[in-house]
């Protein structure tokens, strides 16, 4: 347990499936079209073409690709320039004097632009969020979040693909709150740099500690907290973004939360599996696994699977984070941040 201290104190939308679809139609009609005018305007070169009968490959390869690039989603992953060594089938400890130090080191999030790299570290009694740019080819040697407030604690980062920054923090509610609990909280980047003042997911905290939060691509919420109703000491709920807000938290039930500790969920983007820490259950090897859900087609969630040892030791591992290419997969073990290839999964992602 010393190695997370912290513990003790959107494709399913039906809105952008129309979107897809729109998208996936027009392309085609634009693809014809676009060939249409070709075929019109430049007959002595499709003549040429045609003699060595590569018009028909030429005007394949032209319309497969009008539509790919139209039926991907409107936001797309930037190519993030890792640090090498890349790892394999082994955990390596990633940025090891930068990001994994000396210190105890934790969680992982990239920038949607790919160049800033924020994670959490203990620091004089406190978590703080750290951050590290990559600029001429190097990460930089790594600073306080601009948006830190030094009276607080704050910790698990996430950015969502429009920079919007969940947290958590020990920062008050509001006037005259004394519950020494951990919130979740969000801000949003400005044009000049800075930051939006620190705001509540509406209905999702509670007067008791809510910690590490994972978003899917269509807003809904997943995160752990110790609140009234817990199966367990620590349960991960699911808080769904409906027409703008946050609905009322949701116990995810015995599939996934026992009567041990479950807590920092990671979800994917497509909300078709989950990775989260559990403590103490009968097959783990340390004192702390990360496990796995995967998503049925009736929608409802697999029993739980312990990752296995290439995952997993004797110690503790927790903080799972998934890159938006999902090439890598980052978390959390003796005081560093690790990262390993996807491939190496229990399960096949898409």
């Given at each position: 347990?010393?190695?997370?201290?912290?513990?003790?104190?959107?494709?399913?939308?039906?809105?952008?499936?129309?979107?897809?679809?729109?998208?996936?139609?027009?392309?085609?009609?634009?693809?014809?079209?676009?060939?249409?005018?070709?075929?019109?305007?430049?007959?002595?070169?499709?003549?040429?073409?045609?003699?060595?009968?590569?018009?028909?490959?030429?005007?394949?390869?032209?319309?497969?690709?009008?539509?790919?690039?139209?039926?991907?989603?409107?936001?797309?992953?930037?190519?993030?320039?890792?640090?090498?060594?890349?790892?394999?089938?082994?955990?390596?400890?990633?940025?090891?004097?930068?990001?994994?130090?000396?210190?105890?080191?934790?969680?992982?999030?990239?920038?949607?632009?790919?160049k800033r790299f924020y994670f959490s570290r203990?620091?004089?009694?406190?978590?703080?969020?750290?951050?590290t740019e990559l600029s001429g080819g190097s990460?930089?040697?790594?600073?306080?979040?601009?948006?830190?407030?030094?009276?607080?604690?704050?910790?698990?980062?996430?950015?969502?693909?429009?920079?919007?920054?969940?947290?958590?923090?020990?920062?008050?509610?509001?006037?005259?709150?004394?519950?020494?609990?951990?919130?979740?909280?969000?801000?949003?980047?400005?044009?000049?740099?800075?930051?939006?003042?620190?705001?509540?997911?509406?209905?999702?905290?509670?007067?008791?500690?809510?910690?590490?939060?994972?978003?899917?691509?269509?807003?809904?919420?997943?995160?752990?907290?110790?609140?009234?109703?817990?199966?367990?000491?620590?349960?991960?709920?699911?808080?769904?973004?409906?027409?703008?807000?946050?609905?009322?938290?949701?116990?995810?039930?015995?599939?996934?939360?026992?009567?041990?500790?479950?807590?920092?969920?990671?979800?994917?983007?497509?909300?078709?599996?989950?990775?989260?820490?559990?403590?103490?259950?009968?097959?783990?090897?340390?004192?702390?696994?990360?496990?796995?859900?995967?998503r049925n087609n009736d929608g409802m969630w697999?029993?739980?699977?312990?990752?296995?040892?290439?995952?997993?030791?004797?110690?503790?591992?927790?903080?799972?984070?998934?890159?938006?290419?999902?090439?890598?997969?980052?978390?959390?073990?003796?005081?560093?941040?690790?990262?390993?290839?996807?491939?190496?999964?229990?399960?096949?992602?898409?």
């Open positions: 347990m010393e190695d997370a201290p912290y513990l003790i104190s959107f494709f399913l939308d039906t809105s952008k499936n129309r979107k897809r679809r729109w998208c996936s139609n027009e392309c085609m009609r634009q693809s014809r079209k676009i060939t249409r005018v070709l075929l019109q305007k430049n007959k002595n070169l499709l003549i040429t073409f045609m003699l060595g009968k590569s018009i028909i490959v030429v005007f394949l390869i032209m319309s497969a690709m009008l539509t790919m690039q139209c039926t991907q989603e409107g936001r797309h992953p930037i190519p993030i320039s890792y640090p090498e060594p890349l790892p394999d089938s082994v955990a390596l400890s990633f940025l090891p004097g930068i990001v994994s130090s000396d210190s105890l080191d934790f969680n992982a999030t990239f920038s949607p632009d790919g203990s620091s004089k009694g406190k978590w703080m969020i750290y951050v990460w930089s040697k790594p600073v306080l979040a601009p948006f830190t407030e030094a009276e607080y604690s704050q910790a698990d980062p996430f950015i969502t693909s429009d920079g919007t920054l969940f947290y958590i923090s020990n920062r008050p509610r509001h006037i005259g709150d004394t519950i020494p609990d951990y919130d979740i909280w969000f801000i949003r980047p400005q044009n000049d740099g800075s930051w939006t003042k620190p705001v509540e997911p509406k209905g999702v905290n509670s007067d008791s500690t809510e910690y590490y939060v994972s978003l899917s691509a269509n807003g809904n919420l997943y995160f752990a907290s110790n609140r009234a109703g817990t199966l367990g000491s620590h349960d991960i709920y699911l808080s769904r973004y409906v027409d703008g807000a946050y609905t009322i938290p949701e116990n995810l039930g015995l599939a996934v939360n026992s009567e041990q500790m479950e807590h920092d969920p990671m979800i994917s983007p497509d909300e078709q599996f989950l990775i989260f820490t559990s403590v103490d259950r009968a097959d783990s090897y340390g004192s702390g696994d990360l496990y796995y859900s995967l697999t029993p739980a699977r312990n990752m296995g040892t290439k995952f997993n030791t004797r110690s503790y591992e927790y903080c799972t984070y998934l890159t938006a290419d999902k090439q890598y997969l980052f978390y959390s073990t003796n005081y560093d941040v690790k990262w390993i290839d996807t491939k190496h999964l229990p399960w096949t992602i898409h």
